[in-house]
């Protein structure tokens, strides 16, 4: 995950951007059979739909809430931070679960469920830390929660890297590539949403560390 520090949050926007198109573009017909994930039926498909549409509002407007220029605008940052949540975060978190349940694979049911739920946590953790002016917490809250959301890029760099690492250990008969692709994907997501963590943690440590941890007055 791209450190979210004001130096990084044009970067991070950026990738989020062109992530968040590459996750739309196969659902903007609304087309079941245009799915890029296997889906078991009709109400799998709209909660996948919901969990794409809405996890793109999230990724793409997460970045604003680090930039130096939309953190001194309160009202924006709070106008932001609020649609970030409630149209992003709470709806692609709670739609998440059923569809990586319904997936039929265990480690996206594990992988992603966590996931998920770390996010509600982390993002009702950041609104309630903002409420009660602790605006250090909040802030340490919200780049915890932005790391979940970064996932979404993150597994997308790691899945490949992984299929990568499997060269030298991989028979001329292992199956098609696609097939290898398919079944690292869960496993690129697992570990993308603890590498985003890791990272997050060592972020808010080194803030602390530098004297860089002073809250502002400003809500979600």
Do not use: C, K
Request: proline letters at 6%; hydrophobic letters at 50%; zero cysteines.
């Amino acid at each position: 995950m791209t450190v979210p520090r004001p130096r990084g949050a044009w970067p991070m926007f950026a990738a989020a951007l062109v992530v968040g198109v590459v996750l739309l573009v196969p659902y903007l017909g609304l087309d079941i059979d245009d799915s890029r994930l296997e889906v078991s039926g009709t109400l799998h498909y709209r909660m996948l739909v919901v969990h794409i549409f809405t996890a793109a509002v999230a990724i793409v407007l997460g970045p604003l809430q680090f930039m130096p220029g939309v953190r001194a605008r309160r009202t924006l940052h709070r106008t932001i931070g609020r649609v970030y949540l409630v149209a992003g975060v709470l709806p692609s978190a709670v739609t998440a679960i059923p569809v990586a349940l319904w997936s039929g694979r265990i480690v996206t049911q594990i992988g992603l469920t966590t996931a998920a739920v770390l996010w509600l946590v982390t993002g009702g953790l950041a609104y309630r830390a903002a409420r009660r002016r602790d605006f250090s917490g909040h802030r340490d809250w919200m780049t915890r929660n932005y790391a979940l959301t970064f996932l979404a890029v993150t597994s997308r760099v790691l899945t490949p890297l992984l299929l990568l690492a499997q060269v030298p250990f991989v028979s001329g008969d292992a199956g098609p590539i696609g097939e290898r692709v398919r079944s690292l994907i869960p496993v690129g997501q697992t570990l993308g949403w603890i590498v985003d963590l890791v990272v997050a943690e060592s972020v808010i440590r080194r803030r602390r560390r530098d004297g860089h941890h002073t809250g502002s007055p400003d809500t979600p």
